[in-house]
């Protein structure tokens, strides 16, 4: 749940000049929480773009590297399929605001890229948990937790 605690504004912040991710990572291990920072870095879809890192990522990640990552290609506010979690991105970045993101510069391969390995992210995790994509599901007491983390972050 603390993957992208560097976009909260009280945290920024303390993470000014660090990337999406590492700033999380940073901001986790100055509070005694480093062993959190591998499962976190590795999780922006923006690095998908990347054929090289990819390989090496997805062939020496720790099973919970692989679920925080495939997770976030997962859920937005809600559970959803990639697809539409891949489509939400591209309607809140539309061309425009994408522009001046790191994914406006990509090209429609270069989509078309990371949506294959976001795929074979996919598979290795569901294979990983012997489950399909389709079998994906919130257990029944993530609700509680996630209204209990959001009522103790308002403290």
């Known amino acids: 749940m603390l993957h992208d605690v560097d976009k909260l504004d009280r945290v920024k912040p303390d993470v000014n000049g660090l990337t999406h991710a590492q700033g999380s990572a940073d901001w986790l291990a100055r509070r005694g929480y480093a ?14 773009a990347d054929r090289a890192w990819f390989e090496t990522w997805i062939a020496s990640s720790t099973p919970e590297t692989l679920i925080v990552s495939y997770a ?3 859920a937005g506010q809600r559970l959803e399929s990639m697809a539409q979690r891949f489509a939400s991105w591209e309607h809140r970045y539309p061309p425009a605001v994408r522009a001046e993101r790191p994914r406006g510069s990509w090209t429609a ?5 990371v949506w294959h390995r976001a795929e074979e992210l ?3 995790v569901c294979e990983l948990s012997g489950i399909r994509p389709d079998e994906v599901r919130r257990l029944e007491w993530t609700g509680r937790a996630i209204a209990a983390v959001a009522a103790g972050w308002h403290r």
């Not at 391969?109 to 890229?113: A, L």
């Open 122 to 124: 996919e598979s290795r």
């Open 35 to 48: 062993e959190l920072g591998p499962a976190i870095s590795g999780h922006p879809v923006t690095l998908l």
């Open 72 to 74: 976030d290609k997962r």
């Open 109 to 113: 391969d270069t989509v078309e890229q």
